[in-house]
């Protein structure tokens, strides 16, 4: 099994900042490169959306038009984890924020079904 931990969620002002992080554990850490690892959101009373991926082995990343030049996907190889660096943000942003994580050998989905690992969300809360 894996399991997916997020932090880092909070209340910002519009045009402010906010670092999620999400700490993988389990299998995961054994295959970690064969990993492809995302960020999805979901706000009140709409269908969960993809934000951002990226391949654990070679770093190729896939954003979401919205967030593209705002918010930039990474990952820490040795502490097996993933994080998500939101910037300029704005109220639209606001959501319950998930790490998702699939042992595939390639590609960045970017529906919910295409992965089979999820944590448990943290809030992002953006005020105008």
């Known amino acids: 099994q894996v399991q997916l931990v997020e932090s880092g969620g909070g209340l910002v002002q519009a045009g402010g900042s906010l670092r999620l992080s999400c700490a993988a554990s389990g299998r995961i850490t054994f295959s970690t490169y064969t990993y492809t690892m995302a960020w999805f959101r979901q706000a009140p009373g709409k269908e969960r959306e993809f934000v951002a991926g990226i391949r654990w082995l070679n770093g190729i990343t896939r954003y979401e038009d919205s967030v593209k030049g705002r918010f930039t996907i990474s990952r820490d190889n040795a502490k097996n984890t993933l994080a998500l660096q939101m910037n300029s943000l704005k109220p639209e942003d606001t959501a319950v924020y998930y790490c998702?994580?699939?042992?595939?050998?390639?590609?960045?989905?970017?529906?919910?079904?295409?992965?089979?690992?999820w944590g448990q969300g943290t809030q992002v809360t953006v005020s105008s």
């Open positions: 998702a994580a699939v042992d595939a050998l390639r590609g960045i989905p970017s529906s919910v079904t295409g992965y089979d690992y």
